[in-house]
């Protein structure tokens, strides 16, 4: 026997496969002979070890009895020949097959005809452990390297010949070419498995590439990456070479594949994710302008290896791979089904073991920047991170599971990783890995498994627990993870995998919020616990959707996650908010802090009074510096207000009609906090006026009956010598004056500023409505409602209050309001035009629905039409009655005999039912009300607010409320 023929695989074979079955077995090696020439089956006959070895890996692999069937010649050959040249060989070969050939489809066979040679010699070398595991992963990862190359090479020619760009070297057109091949994952560590795709990243150079259209790069690269896809990946007669995956690039579902490199440089330095840092571990230049490729990762090498973690960042890191709180005390490893690549135990539990050191440690410590998991293990071991014993467990276990991965997949060359639950099948597996029992494979699998699974439980477990108690929670990487699908849909989510796409889109940096390193680590931390909160509510999916969109709305994110990861309560209240009430959450979203109150310990049990919030906005004004600076912080205040009343309304720690007040509250603070500012800014142009001026407030801000949505209905009197002029540089007369500053007055209510809007201001109500003087003086008020005034101005004038002003004057005003509404008046015309102004109402805007909760016949007009009707009909003789509040009318009117109490609680009921749902819709929503279309979040609070079992009921409630109304009105006012 020759030197070369001690070599040759057989005579290096270790290993003889016993087949389940023999017969089987030997069918498999008989119908390869039946294909052979002589050649093969001069080998059985000269090599005694030939014909076992081969029914052993035959009989066991269907995919490998393919394979030599095609050309029984080729596996004579393997059998006879050194494996290491064999490969060294095919691998030469393989580089340059692009060299010479006419056409793509030409290129195509001898690539898929090189990978059909090379999977037969790693099978054949690996089972019969002619190599041992780690020389199979580094010929399948050269093959890759190879194929790519010459993939590379064809492309470049055939863009060269075509014009598109200019080729540095004809003769190696991947020289100088600027287009950059990395090889992630297992091919950059030399550690591809027997069926693995290829995890790469394509990035080019636009100053090295030539490129004939430089306005067009993008879209060639991306062509030209396109067409490496099909020559590699596509499926032919041939089979296919390897699947190509490109998902690894920055934020794939935003980029192009083929990235420039400042592109690429952009997105690492500002939301380059710890998981990528992970993955950049084992990143290679393999193949295009491969020094091109080694100086980007030069470049990136301080984003992957930081010198300083903090807390945040150590708890992202443990976050790439599923949580190990979530599989402690979980019963036994069963063997059989389970996955060895994610499953507990398993292959990425040992790489994730070394990576996150690595990615702790290494940005100190160059000597744990290592690719491949052996080296890195030996490393960690040289560096004192890890005992000898734990790196021999975790080493053995590694190389265990990596054969074993192998056999499954060699069985019919599919990507998988999980052991068959079919016990026939396994028992394949256990031979294919040499082992003559079922469960003696069973113990040795369950044995490493375990192994593995305490040695990466001891690492963690000082780690942040960052998944849910109910299962695995991770969202890194460019593919679904299957446990945290489970996981999802256990929890009540509809839509899984649309929660893993956002979630994933969150940590790219898609908005602004998570742009941030600090603010994507926080949020990693947050994710869990937030999952499970908006999945106790009534609708997870459409709670989380609403939570999106507020994250899409933040400014920045680091101040509300941080808040969020410490007070899990007000993380249930943020999901409750999401999920109900889509305003305040955008209230949230325009200024996180508006949550900080929330976490006061008093803040549900106490209301803040006039006093206590005139004096909070005075300190706010008093930080500025400018009357635009002192509008702004007024918007600040005033929208941060509504959002906590908002919150107490939604949470029940407050009534409807004690939101009503407070909401009233908070804009008569503001107003009157505002027109001595206003007042002194239009001094400084037009000087001082002697007079006195107060503002008056109608409708529900007069009836202390707002909600969040609702405008300020104003009007402003003065009363000042109508011929005189103000002492300022550019003075005005006085109906002038008071004019020009009740529109300032406006602006500083209801101009948008950079804070946005305070509220909506009305001033419509004044005498003469729109055709009259912006501003009133207080004889021409008294003489307009004593002469011209129409019965819906007196009704108005029902709800009249003083918010500002002077307190003197606001005195008066007072006086001169209820002068107006006591004046003797003829009933009968009264009642006609209270009736016909109705009429008018339901004409001009009828109600769209019996939601409709104001204008709907029987709704909150008529309720306030009867209380202000009897009360213009009642006042001149009964001044008692009057309340600018309308329940307190009707219960006034009822007090005096002026109306049927039964009919007054009626009202007074159905009054309350329309506030208080006209709370909760107001709070939550803009649009029109349709419970098919609502959150359900909302629906419940609805529910909670009519005291009704379920939507139908509280229609029903609505319905008699508005019937038993309607036919108060008529008998009262008229139809």
């Given at each position: 026997?020759?030197?070369?023929?001690?070599?040759?695989?057989?005579?290096?074979?270790?290993?003889?496969?016993?087949?389940?079955?023999?017969?089987?077995?030997?069918?498999?090696?008989?119908?390869?002979?039946?294909?052979?020439?002589?050649?093969?089956?001069?080998?059985?006959?000269?090599?005694?070890?030939?014909?076992?070895?081969?029914?052993?890996?035959?009989?066991?692999?269907?995919?490998?009895?393919?394979?030599?069937?095609?050309?029984?010649?080729?596996?004579?050959?393997?059998?006879?020949?050194?494996?290491?040249?064999?490969?060294?060989?095919?691998?030469?070969?393989?580089?340059?097959?692009?060299?010479?050939?006419?056409?793509?489809?030409?290129?195509?066979?001898?690539?898929?005809?090189?990978?059909?040679?090379?999977?037969?010699?790693?099978?054949?070398?690996?089972?019969?452990?002619?190599?041992?595991?780690?020389?199979?992963?580094?010929?399948?990862?050269?093959?890759?390297?190879?194929?790519?190359?010459?993939?590379?090479?064809?492309?470049?020619?055939?863009?060269?010949?075509?014009?598109?760009?200019?080729?540095?070297?004809?003769?190696?057109?991947?020289?100088?070419?600027?287009?950059?091949?990395?090889?992630?994952?297992?091919?950059?560590?030399?550690?591809?498995?027997?069926?693995?795709?290829?995890?790469?990243?394509?990035?080019?150079?636009?100053?090295?590439?030539?490129?004939?259209?430089?306005?067009?790069?993008?879209?060639?690269?991306?062509?030209?990456?396109?067409?490496?896809?099909?020559?590699?990946?596509?499926?032919?007669?041939?089979?296919?070479?390897?699947?190509?995956?490109?998902?690894?690039?920055?934020?794939?579902?935003?980029?192009?594949?083929?990235?420039?490199?400042?592109?690429?440089?952009?997105?690492?330095?500002?939301?380059?994710?710890?998981?990528?840092?992970?993955?950049?571990?084992?990143a290679r230049a393999a193949a295009g302008d491969i020094p091109a490729g080694e100086a980007f990762l030069k470049e990136l090498?301080?984003?992957?290896?930081?010198?300083?973690?903090?807390?945040?960042?150590?708890?992202?890191?443990?976050?790439?791979?599923?949580?190990?709180?979530?599989?402690?005390?979980?019963?036994?490893?069963?063997?059989?089904?389970?996955?060895?690549?994610?499953?507990?135990?398993?292959?990425?539990?040992?790489?994730?073991?070394?990576?996150?050191?690595?990615?702790?440690?290494?940005?100190?410590?160059?000597?744990?920047?290592?690719?491949?998991?052996?080296?890195?293990?030996?490393?960690?071991?040289?560096?004192?991170?890890?005992?000898?014993?734990?790196?021999?467990?975790?080493?053995?276990?590694?190389?265990?599971?990596?054969?074993?991965?192998?056999?499954?997949?060699?069985?019919?060359?599919?990507?998988?990783?999980?052991?068959?639950?079919?016990?026939?099948?396994?028992?394949?597996?256990?031979?294919?890995?040499?082992?003559?029992?079922?469960?003696?494979?069973?113990?040795?699998?369950?044995?490493?498994?375990?192994?593995?699974?305490?040695?990466?439980?001891?690492?963690?477990?000082?780690?942040?627990?960052?998944?849910?108690?109910?299962?695995?929670?991770?969202?890194?990487?460019?593919?679904?993870?299957?446990?945290?699908?489970?996981?999802?849909?256990?929890?009540?989510?509809?839509?899984?995998?649309?929660?893993?796409?956002?979630?994933?889109?969150?940590?790219?940096?898609?908005?602004?919020?998570?742009?941030?390193?600090?603010?994507?680590e926080r949020l990693t931390e947050l994710t869990p616990a937030l999952l499970e909160a908006l999945a106790v509510t009534q609708?997870?999916?459409?709670?989380?959707?609403?939570?999106?969109?507020?994250?899409?709305?933040?400014?920045?994110?680091?101040?509300?996650?941080?808040?969020?990861?410490?007070?899990?309560?007000?993380?249930?209240?943020?999901?409750?908010?999401?999920?109900?009430?889509?305003?305040?959450?955008?209230?949230?979203?325009?200024?996180?802090?508006v949550l900080d109150a929330v976490l006061e310990p008093a803040f549900f049990e106490h209301l803040p009074d006039e006093s206590?919030?005139?004096?909070?906005?005075?300190?706010?004004?008093?930080?500025?510096?400018?009357?635009?600076?002192?509008?702004?912080?007024?918007?600040?205040?005033?929208?941060?207000?509504?959002?906590?009343?908002?919150?107490?309304?939604?949470?029940?720690?407050?009534?409807?009609?004690?939101?009503?007040?407070?909401?009233?509250?908070?804009?008569?603070?503001?107003?009157?906090?505002?027109?001595?500012?206003?007042?002194?800014?239009?001094?400084?142009?037009?000087?001082?006026?002697?007079?006195?001026?107060?503002?008056?407030?109608?409708?529900?801000?007069?009836?202390?009956?707002?909600?969040?949505?609702?405008?300020?209905?104003?009007?402003?009197?003065?009363?000042?010598?109508?011929?005189?002029?103000?002492?300022?540089?550019?003075?005005?007369?006085?109906?002038?004056?008071?004019?020009?500053?009740?529109?300032?007055?406006?602006?500083?209510?209801?101009?948008?500023?950079?804070?946005?809007?305070?509220?909506?201001?009305?001033?419509?109500?004044?005498?003469?409505?729109?055709?009259?003087?912006?501003?009133?003086?207080?004889?021409?008020?008294?003489?307009?409602?004593?002469?011209?005034?129409?019965?819906?101005?007196?009704?108005?004038?029902?709800?009249?209050?003083?918010?500002?002003?002077?307190?003197?004057?606001?005195?008066?005003?007072?006086?001169?309001?209820?002068?107006?509404?006591?004046?003797?008046?003829?009933?009968?015309?009264?009642?006609?035009?209270?009736?016909?102004?109705?009429?008018?109402?339901?004409?001009?805007?009828?109600?769209?629905?019996?939601?409709?909760?104001?204008?709907?016949?029987?709704?909150?007009?008529?309720?306030?039409?009867?209380?202000?009707?009897?009360?213009?009909?009642?006042?001149?003789?009964?001044?008692?009655?009057?309340?600018?509040?309308?329940?307190?009318?009707?219960?006034?009117?009822?007090?005096?005999?002026?109306?049927?109490?039964?009919?007054?609680?009626?009202?007074?009921?159905?009054?309350?039912?329309?506030?208080?749902?006209?709370?909760?819709?107001?709070?939550?929503?803009?649009?029109?009300?349709?419970?098919?279309?609502?959150?359900?979040?909302?629906?419940?609070?609805?529910?909670?607010?009519?005291?009704?079992?379920?939507?139908?009921?509280?229609?029903?409630?609505?319905?008699?409320?508005?019937?038993?109304?309607?036919?108060?009105?008529?008998?009262?006012?008229?139809?």
């Amino acid at each position: 026997m020759t030197q070369t023929n001690s070599r040759s695989l057989l005579s290096r074979a270790l290993l003889i496969i016993e087949p389940i079955d023999h017969a089987q077995a030997e069918a498999a090696l008989a119908r390869v002979l039946e294909r052979d020439a002589g050649a093969l089956a001069a080998v059985i006959a000269a090599q005694g070890n030939a014909r076992p070895l081969l029914e052993g890996a035959l009989g066991s692999s269907p995919f490998l009895t393919e394979l030599s069937a095609r050309d029984p010649a080729r596996l004579a050959r393997l059998l006879t020949d050194d494996p290491d040249a064999s490969l060294a060989r095919l691998v030469g070969n393989t580089r340059n097959a692009a060299k010479g050939v006419v056409d793509e489809a030409e290129l195509m066979r001898a690539l898929r005809r090189a990978k059909q040679e090379g999977a037969l010699l790693v099978a054949l070398a690996d089972l019969s452990k002619a190599w041992d595991t780690m020389q199979a992963t580094d010929a399948l990862t050269r093959l890759a390297d190879a194929a790519l190359a010459a993939s590379i090479a064809f492309t470049l020619r055939e863009a060269a010949a075509a014009g598109k760009l200019e080729l540095y070297d004809q003769r190696m057109p991947e020289r100088g070419c600027g287009w950059i091949f990395l090889a992630m994952g297992k091919e950059g560590a030399y550690e591809l498995n027997y069926s693995s795709d290829i995890d790469i990243i394509v990035l080019f150079d636009r100053a090295r590439a030539r490129v004939a259209q430089p306005a067009e790069d993008v879209d060639l690269f991306v062509k030209m990456t396109k067409r490496i896809v099909r020559i590699l990946s596509e499926i032919t007669p041939d089979g296919y070479v390897f699947r190509v995956d490109l998902r690894l690039r920055p934020d794939p579902g935003a980029t192009p594949i083929a990235i420039p490199l400042e592109a690429a440089f952009s997105y690492y330095e500002s939301m380059g994710q710890n998981w990528e840092r992970a993955a950049f571990i084992k990143a290679r230049a393999a193949a295009g302008d491969i020094p091109a490729g080694e100086a980007f990762l030069k470049e990136l090498s301080p984003f992957v290896w930081r010198k300083n973690f903090d807390f945040a960042a150590i708890a992202d890191v443990h976050s790439i791979k599923r949580q190990i709180h979530a599989f402690k005390g979980h019963g036994e490893i069963a063997a059989l089904g389970h996955d060895l690549k994610l499953g507990r135990g398993g292959i990425r539990e040992i790489e994730f073991f070394a990576q996150t050191q690595q990615l702790i440690t290494g940005g100190r410590n160059p000597a744990l920047r290592g690719r491949a998991t052996l080296e890195t293990l030996d490393a960690l071991v040289a560096n004192g991170w890890i005992e000898p014993r734990v790196r021999d467990d975790l080493a053995e276990a590694y190389l265990f599971l990596r054969d074993v991965e192998h056999r499954i997949q060699m069985v019919a060359d599919k990507q998988t990783h999980i052991l068959p639950r079919d016990e026939k099948e396994a028992l394949r597996i256990a031979r294919m890995a040499g082992f003559a029992t079922l469960e003696d494979f069973t113990r040795a699998l369950v044995a490493h498994l375990e192994t593995v699974q305490g040695h990466y439980s001891h690492l963690f477990e000082s780690a942040p627990q960052l998944s849910s108690q109910t299962g695995n929670l991770v969202f890194t990487g460019g593919e679904d993870d299957p446990g945290t699908l489970e996981t999802l849909s256990r929890l009540g989510f509809t839509h899984p995998k649309t929660v893993t796409e956002t979630i994933r889109g969150w940590h790219f940096g898609r908005y602004a919020a998570t742009r941030s390193t600090k603010a994507r680590e926080r949020l990693t931390e947050l994710t869990p616990a937030l999952l499970e909160a908006l999945a106790v509510t009534q609708n997870a999916d459409q709670a989380f959707l609403a939570f999106d969109k507020l994250l899409a709305g933040l400014p920045a994110g680091v101040q509300l996650f941080s808040v969020l990861v410490s007070n899990p309560r007000l993380l249930s209240l943020l999901t409750a908010i999401t999920g109900a009430a889509p305003k305040l959450a955008a209230t949230i979203a325009r200024r996180p802090r508006v949550l900080d109150a929330v976490l006061e310990p008093a803040f549900f049990e106490h209301l803040p009074d006039e006093s206590e919030l005139a004096a909070a906005l005075a300190r706010s004004l008093a930080e500025t510096r400018s009357y635009e600076e002192a509008l702004d912080a007024a918007r600040v205040f005033g929208q941060e207000q509504k959002f906590l009343i908002g919150v107490r309304i939604l949470t029940a720690a407050l009534s409807v009609a004690e939101a009503g007040l407070a909401y009233a509250r908070l804009a008569e603070c503001v107003i009157a906090a505002l027109l001595p500012r206003v007042e002194a800014e239009f001094a400084r142009a037009h000087g001082r006026m002697e007079g006195r001026v107060c503002v008056v407030a109608l409708g529900k801000l007069g009836g202390r009956e707002m909600t969040a949505a609702s405008d300020l209905d104003l009007m402003l009197l003065y009363d000042a010598d109508p011929h005189a002029e103000s002492d300022g540089e550019r003075p005005l007369a006085a109906a002038a004056y008071y004019a020009r500053l009740t529109q300032r007055l406006i602006a500083a209510l209801s101009a948008p500023m950079a804070q946005g809007l305070l509220y909506e201001a009305d001033f419509r109500l004044r005498p003469s409505g729109g055709k009259g003087p912006l501003a009133v003086s207080l004889t021409a008020f008294e003489d307009y409602h004593a002469h011209e005034a129409w019965t819906w101005e007196h009704m108005a004038l029902t709800r009249a209050r003083v918010v500002a002003g002077a307190r003197d004057f606001a005195a008066t005003v007072e006086a001169a309001i209820r002068a107006a509404l006591t004046r003797p008046r003829d009933e009968a015309k009264t009642r006609n035009d209270v009736a016909d102004m109705r009429r008018r109402l339901a004409r001009d805007k009828p109600a769209r629905s019996l939601w409709d909760l104001k204008q709907a016949p029987g709704g909150l007009i008529d309720v306030e039409f009867v209380a202000q009707y009897l009360q213009l009909r009642h006042a001149s003789a009964h001044p008692a009655c009057l309340s600018t509040m309308t329940s307190t009318a009707l219960e006034r009117l009822a007090g005096l005999g002026l109306m049927d109490a039964n009919e007054a609680a009626t009202l007074i009921e159905a009054a309350r039912l329309y506030q208080s749902l006209t709370q909760l819709l107001r709070l939550s929503i803009d649009a029109d009300f349709d419970p098919a279309q609502a959150p359900r979040g909302l629906v419940e609070l609805l529910l909670r607010g009519g005291e009704a079992a379920d939507i139908a009921r509280l229609e029903a409630q609505i319905a008699e409320a508005q019937r038993a109304t309607r036919e108060i009105f008529t008998r009262i006012v008229g139809a």
